[in-house]
């Protein structure tokens, strides 16, 4: 079984509890290496979505992970919440992507789109048309279940599926767009959220191996990291005890993570694992 990785390509200032505090200080690159040594040595390809604010002043490093073989997604411009956008905001946004990742690479073709804080549900449905319209091929934004207070779309499908534009959570066979939604394990009636972020970090490993065996038992799982995550040397702001925690717990460990995870299961890009990837001439 082959499963799909995902990089969220972003500043350590750009995770979702930290209000929207900004910094000048840029540690990306950094931060970003040590998954890609990883990647590497795990003979591992992944998809980046990268926030195009960071790809405008880290171009090198957008350059060498294209030139690794990886596959580039978007994370918007400025990593702001698809929600808070209105359809022609959110198209401006896009083409501010676009436009940055064009003077870096060259006009190469990008398929895949994942929402800051997974932050597209059917409030915000036609993102999926705009999607569309830029040329996209998959979207990677569904959280299938309802545990966070923000994100979540409980009843969403938990495997890849052709999203329908009248209402995320349900399949049109029809559909130009396929959705791959973040993978819960599901147990007794039961849904957790196990394959990334904060999960990831905080869950332990004999049990994320044991969760993750168990998804792969009927289907492929997608997995997402941020390089702050896997960085010992991120910096903290200081937050509320809650928001805190979620953003910073296990950032120590999660890197040994990550590589477990390498070790243990097979991965390639998420256009790879939907069938949408064609070798480059
Ligand atoms: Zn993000």
């Known amino acids: 079984m082959i499963n799909a990785l995902s990089i969220d390509l972003e500043e350590w200032y750009h995770s979702e509890l930290v209000e929207g505090r900004r910094s000048s200080f840029s540690q990306v690159e950094e931060a970003t290496e040590p998954i890609l040594d990883l990647l590497d040595r795990y003979q591992t390809k992944a998809s980046f979505f990268i926030v195009g604010e960071v790809a405008e002043r880290n171009p090198r490093l957008v350059q060498s992970i294209f030139d690794g073989g990886h596959e580039i997604g978007c994370h918007t411009f400025s990593h702001t919440l698809v929600w808070n956008f209105d359809e ?8 501010q992507f676009h ?20 932050s597209i549900d059917n409030r915000n ?7 569309l319209d830029f040329g996209y091929k998959y979207d990677a ?3 299938p279940l309802k545990i966070n207070p923000l994100y979540g779309v409980s009843g969403a499908p938990t495997r890849p599926y ?16 396929m959705e791959f939604p973040l ?37 492929p ?8 995550e896997g960085y010992t040397k991120t910096p903290r702001f ?13 950032i120590s460990s999660a890197l040994k993570k990550f590589e477990f995870l390498l070790k243990h299961f097979r991965f390639a890009r998420v256009d790879q694992v939907l069938g949408l990837y064609r070798e480059r001439t």
């Open 125 to 131: 449905k036609w993102a999926l048309k705009v999607l």
């Open 162 to 177: 052709r999203i329908s534009f009248e209402d995320v959570r349900k399949e049109n066979p029809q559909s130009p767009l």
């Open 221 to 228: 799982f997608l997995v997402y990291f941020h390089p702050w």
């Open 183 to 219: 993978s819960p394990l599901t147990f007794g009636g039961l849904k957790l959220p196990i394959s990334g972020g904060f999960y990831l970090r905080a869950l332990p490993t004999f049990f994320l191996y044991w969760g993750l065996k168990r998804i792969n038992r009927s289907q």
């Open 99 to 118: 436009s940055v990742l064009e003077k870096i690479l060259g006009s190469v073709e990008i398929k895949g789109f994942r929402a800051p804080c997974f």
């Open 238 to 250: 200081k937050l509320p005890l809650y928001n805190r925690f979620i953003s910073y717990y296990g």
């Open 141 to 143: 934004s569904i959280f």
């Open 88 to 95: 022609n905001r959110f198209r401006e946004e896009m083409k």
